[in-house]
């Protein structure tokens, strides 16, 4: 299916492409799609493309000269698109410890919102999250699929120091800190995985369309995992899924 | 090896930037003013991809521990080479043992300081540019010893004694004390209706203190219901309006996403001219079309 794209020309070197205002697996998937194909299509001046939910922002190396005629060859490519390598995206299980010595929030969305805890860690972890897209932070995952049951606002005032690996729930979203930050979510839980190491060859385990869910564990598991970490020999749960 | 003796207000090493991680959510980052490092590394015959120091407001002092050479390019804070001023903008020999020292800010917001090769800190991510979360400092401390490289002429001293190192190269002003910020229309510039964006064309801006690296913010607001947008893409440049009103203009090591609506875009080269303004400094938007 085609969309209805919109193109804006978005600075000296590069061109904005906008899908219709929405948030959807579909949209998504379109918008990798196109921009992968871009990326395999051998367009020498393209040097990057950024993505979120429903845009791709197309960097260029140089100030573009004719813009009607870069439009024209991307709609056209748009025309064309293929998803060239059966793009295969990931289903990561991510270990979350929601004992209260970390699920700081916990006590007030249960009384908010009348669910027990034990409710409300069994709706987090029985959905399967899909990763739109990484931002606000180097390795925080934007994740669509949070259960409705599970929306609560953001506070009214952000705390100014929230733990690394900290589980949150921010209005319709949620998400995992990569590293200590203020921050507004309402926070659950805690992961003791790397979202992000600069180190590693690639830093971030997740990219956009791969798929995350996460599974409870307690002190005692979530200790092991931070030893096994620090000795190299945990590896995150995968699979390979078709997209 | 260059020994920070005393460090400025926020010093930092810089290049380019950081390109290619975007998809992870790190920020490109890289020198405020590329124009200015830019110039201070083809002074000195340096690729254009060496890092720097980029320093704001006041500046370092550093021991040099091998003879090389530097240029000073950007702010002009009343250099000194041991207890001699020196010019911004050449090719300045420098011997082992000397102490190069910042005064006091004569014009401009950061400085920059060339040395032959380039700062050769270690490269997080293909990147030197300091950014908390990816590189293990994000500014430089008294004690630090920052490595250069020890080979005066690794292109040949001769090479590089050309007319730039007895003359100072003329710069242009304008880049220090222009009032005129060029923009374009930014993707939801049409949801402000005729009068809102009339503020925007006509009005005067003031720069606040809440402005550094990440962004730089304006003292004016504009009211406004603009609804925010679904999360996404910016750029350094980018202009965010928020729902109180607050102007956001995006730099360098801003993020790669944001829901705020985009009103305006800076030209690249009007990235470089913002960095150089700083707290109670006066601006307007200049409009260009396409």
Known sequence: MDFELIYHRFSERSILVEWPSEITENTLKDV??????????????????NNAYNSILIIYDLTIDKINDEISTLKASYSIRVSTNKCAFRHWRIPVCYDDEF?????EISEEKKLSKSEIIRLHSDTIYTVFFI????????LGGLDKRLHFPRKESPRVNIKKGAVAIGGEQTGVYPKASPGGWNIIGNSPLEFFNPKNYTPCFASSGDKIQFFPIDKTEYDAIVSQIENGTYFIERKVIDG | MVEVLKTGLFDTIQDLGRFGHQ????????VMD??????????????????????????????????TRICISGANMNATLNTNAIKPNMSIDVKAGDVLSFGQLVYGCRTYIAVLGGFLTKPIMGSRSMYDGVTSNFRLHKGDWLP??????????????????LSSVKINTNHFQTYDIEVFKGPEFVQLDAEQQRFLFDSEFTISKESNRMAYQCNERLDNSLNSIITSLVLPGTVQLTPSGELIILMRD????????????LSENSVNMMSQKFLGQKLKFKFSSW
């Open chain 2, 254 to 265: 801003c993020q790669i996403t944001g829901g705020y609506p985009r009103v305006l875009q």
């Open chain 2, 23 to 30: 998809e992870f959510g790190v920020p490109v980052s890289g």
């Open chain 2, 34 to 67: 590329a124009y200015s490092a830019t110039l201070a590394n083809s002074i000195l015959a340096n690729d254009t991809q060496c890092a720097v120091i980029e320093s704001t407001v006041s500046g370092p002092q550093l021991k040099f521990c091998v003879d």
């Open chain 1, 32 to 49: 990798l799609i196109f921009k992968n194909h871009l990326l395999n299509s051998g367009i020498k001046s393209i040097v990057q493309i």
């Open chain 1, 103 to 107: 699920g700081l929030d916990l006590d």
């Open chain 1, 135 to 142: 931002g606000f932070l180097p390795g925080f995952l934007y």
């Open chain 2, 148 to 165: 250069i490289s020890d080979v005066l002429g690794y292109r040949s001293v001769e090479e590089r004694s050309n007319a730039k190192s």
